[in-house]
């Protein structure tokens, strides 16, 4: 267990990082490796929703998918096996495993570097102090306690967002937070949103045995993604028995015994045992910023950044889900990062966000970086592209998964061959694992010719990144 502290009201810290999620503890574990005197306040656990209650538990019952799609499809490697049943019980047991090891792993890694962690509600206050109150349920009666900081990060993430209608009380509406502690499997159930997380979970419940319907507002699942990465998830998601309603709004549900009637575009109708909320999430600023810190929100309630992190408070800090950017694990540990380095007055590149890496882990995986084609075209930029079918990757065949392609888009020069690599696009078998050279690719602006001096091992997935880089010199071997 990570060692707390009892703040006395004289302590004055290098950093102070409010919030111990993954912008938090990476920006404390940066800044301790540094040499700064570090101390992070944390309302629940270090490592945040990421690792209790998001990113990891979540991946964890992905790959349990994973495990029952393969034990499922054994007998066509010869290997005869009954038709998988799962005891989600089980499961979740596993689950909690891997993520108390995961943040036994974490606290121990703060303690050795130093960092000091305070339990309880961080609240900026003017002159860069911090309160501390105690949190709600434990000794109420300790008077809050206040340290101060040469710098304050704010790193207090975010929040599953609810929608009118649909009133969350853990048994017929979840969030994630609520799914994700489940110790029973739904026989029927509705996913409100179909962008990333919304994916992940109609996948998820699909594949361990569940009816899943997913209801998105928008005319398409995954809203950003490249259309033809889309195409390949709905074709799946359709095999596989997944209702998709694109298009439709929400508008209410009606419990009927031990399940609800959602009710959804022009007056249709779906009935399940339980409904899923993956509308996205909300800034966690409720009560953050005291009078006169200078700090300032937007609309939505973001903290407001500059490039560096800075907010409109000097020597106050803002990273992670706080800051309206991408909300992604990665893209927090890169600001904490960036805000250390801009901090210590060392060279600091700010984020660039239009090139982050990101990775989707429904069946089959997305994972892509940069500009979509629709994208670079709207920027008037004239492209040239290229797609790769897994289907004709020799690694795909062998492992039985050939759903998917890869497709590169890339700059067209006057002469048009094809210039700077835009954007990478991956949809298909572990395409997370493999995105690295694609994100390399785009973030160093490097150019077919260049990459495709690369030689990849063969038989790998990654051939068909490779493969499609090669084509786009117009000397491609199995792509044209």
């Known amino acids: 267990m990570i060692a707390t502290a009892e703040a006395t009201g004289t302590e004055v810290f290098d950093v102070v990082v409010?919030?111990?999620?993954?912008?938090?503890y990476a920006t404390a574990l940066y800044g301790a490796a540094a040499g700064l005197k570090v101390a992070v306040v944390e309302r629940d656990k270090v490592g945040g929703t990421c690792l209790h209650r998001g990113c990891v538990p979540a991946k964890e019952f992905l790959e349990t998918a994973t495990v029952v799609r393969t034990v499922a499809g054994?007998?066509?490697?010869?290997?005869q096996a009954g038709q998988p049943v799962v005891d989600f019980a089980v499961s979740q047991g596993r689950k909690q495993k891997v993520v108390d090891q995961l943040f036994k792993g974490l606290a121990g890694l703060m303690k050795g570097r130093g960092i000091v962690t305070f339990d309880g509600i961080g609240t900026v206050l003017a002159g860069r102090r911090v309160r501390i109150d105690p949190v709600s349920g434990t000794d109420g009666s300790a008077p809050p306690a206040e340290i101060t900081g040469r710098n304050i990060v704010v790193a207090t993430g975010s929040v599953p967002r609810t929608i009118p209608g649909f009133d969350v009380d853990g048994r017929l509406v979840l969030t994630s937070d609520e799914v994700l502690a489940l110790d029973a499997l739904p026989a029927s159930i509705a996913v409100i949103g179909g962008g990333a997380i919304g994916c992940e979970f109609a996948s998820m419940f699909s594949d361990l045995g569940s009816q899943v319907t997913v209801l998105e507002a928008l005319p398409s699942l995954l809203t950003g993604c490249d259309s033809d990465v889309v195409g390949v998830v709905a074709r799946s998601f359709r095999k596989r028995g997944i209702n998709v309603h694109t298009g439709v709004k929400v508008s209410g549900h009606t419990p009927n015994g031990s399940g609800t009637t959602v009710t959804f575009g022009d007056g249709e109708t779906v009935n399940v045992d339980a409904v899923v909320l993956s509308v996205g999430r909300r800034p966690l600023t409720d009560g953050l910023l005291a009078e006169g810190t200078g700090v300032t929100l937007d609309e939505r309630g973001y903290v407001v950044v500059d490039e560096y992190q800075r907010t409109a408070a000097e020597g106050v800090w803002a990273v992670g889900d706080v800051v309206n950017t991408p909300q992604l694990a990665h893209v927090g540990f890169a600001e904490g990062i960036l805000a250390i380095k801009a901090m210590l007055g060392e060279p600091a590149f700010p984020v660039e966000y239009s090139r982050v890496p990101w990775a989707i882990y429904?069946?089959?995986?997305?994972?892509?970086?940069?500009l979509t084609e629709a994208q670079a075209k709207e920027a008037g930029i004239?492209?040239?592209?290229?797609?790769?079918?897994?289907?004709?990757?020799?690694?795909?065949?062998?492992?039985?998964?050939?759903?998917g392609l890869v497709k590169v888009v890339a700059e067209r020069l006057p002469d048009g061959r094809a210039g700077r690599i835009l954007g990478v696009h991956m949809v298909g078998p572990w395409v997370t694992e493999q995105l690295g050279q694609g994100y390399m690719a785009v973030n160093w602006e490097a150019t077919p010719e260049e990459v495709g001096q690369f030689i990849q091992p063969h038989p790998t997935l990654s051939e068909a990144f490779g493969e499609t880089v090669l084509a786009l010199t117009g000397r491609g071997l199995h792509v044209g």
Do not use: L, Y
């Open 18 to 24: 409010i919030g111990g999620g993954p912008g938090g």
């Open 74 to 79: 054994a007998k066509e490697f010869g290997v």
């Open 362 to 370: 429904c069946h089959p995986e997305v994972a892509f970086a940069g």
């Open 382 to 403: 004239d492209v040239v592209v290229k797609k790769d079918p897994f289907g004709g990757n020799s690694r795909a065949r062998i492992v039985g998964e050939t759903e």
